[in-house]
């Protein structure tokens, strides 16, 4: 069975960073697409990154230049490292293993952006 556990979450003041892990088992992810997304309250589940296979990263618009994805293939591990965080930026944070016949979530973990 497929799991995926984030860890790294936690509360930051606003213009501080945080970096978010996401470790997988049940499979390789070395062949899949690792994504992060968000869910603020009230709010539709977003992507923040994502990382495919072939090493192409996609970034949201309103993370550009702040975050970045990573991944270890050998540690089966997918990392987001956060930035010049805003209180905007306040979510569940997720990770995701999408590609063929494969499509698995995380339980997620909090990010809050506070003073």
């Known amino acids: 069975q497929v799991?995926?556990?984030e860890s790294g979450g936690g509360l930051v003041q606003p213009g501080g960073s945080?970096?978010?892990?996401c470790t997988t088992s049940g499979t390789s992810i070395s062949i899949y697409t690792m994504g992060w997304y968000r869910?603020?309250?009230?709010k539709q589940r977003e992507l923040v990154a994502a990382f495919a296979?072939?090493?192409i990263r996609n970034y949201a618009d309103s993370v550009?230049?702040?975050f970045t994805i990573s991944r270890d293939n050998a540690k089966n591990t997918a990392?987001?490292?956060m930035n010049s965080l805003k209180p905007e930026d306040t979510?569940?944070?997720y990770c995701r293993i999408s590609g063929w016949s494969i499509n698995y979530w995380g339980q997620g973990t909090q990010v809050t952006?506070?003073?």
């Open 18 to 21: 945080l970096k978010l892990s």
């Open 53 to 55: 296979s072939g090493g």
């Open 91 to 93: 979510a569940v944070y």
């Open 39 to 42: 869910q603020a309250p009230g």
């Open 113 to 115: 952006v506070s003073s």
């Open 79 to 81: 990392y987001l490292q």
């Open 3 to 5: 799991q995926l556990v």
């Open 64 to 66: 550009k230049g702040r």
